[in-house]
């Protein structure tokens, strides 16, 4: 079973940035993907972005394209997810997912953290 553990959320300004991490173990020897959702109050669970361990390959959502990057450290088993310009719609708990492939569908990710939350306002 895979572990996940997100830290970093908190409160932020509109326009500021943040940067979430997200720590992996166990058995993740068959985890490809590691992806990070977020969910709004009373809203469905939505992709952000996603990469592959190996290669490092990435896909983001049409709303974190060009504002979050997302990156990894194989050796530390951790991912982070920048958020820059953020705005109030960004608030939401953030979570890290594991999964075999790369996927915008939540029910392609095997494991999941508790999530983190993020809360944009002035």
């Known amino acids: 079973q895979v572990q996940l553990v997100e830290s970093g959320g908190r409160w932020v300004q509109p326009g500021g940035s943040l940067r979430l991490s997200c720590v992996v173990s166990g058995r993740t020897y068959d985890q490809a993907a590691l992806a990070w959702f977020r969910q709004a109050s009373g809203k469905d669970r939505e992709f952000v972005a996603a990469?592959?361990?190996?290669?490092?390959?990435?896909l983001y959502s049409d709303s974190a394209k060009g504002r979050f990057t997302i990156s990894r450290d194989n050796a530390k088993n951790t991912a982070w997810l920048e958020m820059n310009s953020l705005n109030p719609e960004d608030t939401a708990v953030y979570l890290c997912?594991?999964?075999?492939?790369?996927?915008?569908?939540?029910?392609?990710?095997?494991?999941w953290g508790q999530g983190t939350q993020v809360t944009v306002s002035s």
């Open positions: 990469i592959r361990w190996i290669g490092g390959r990435t």
């Open positions: 997912a594991a999964g075999p492939y790369m996927r915008k569908s939540p029910h392609e990710y095997d494991g």
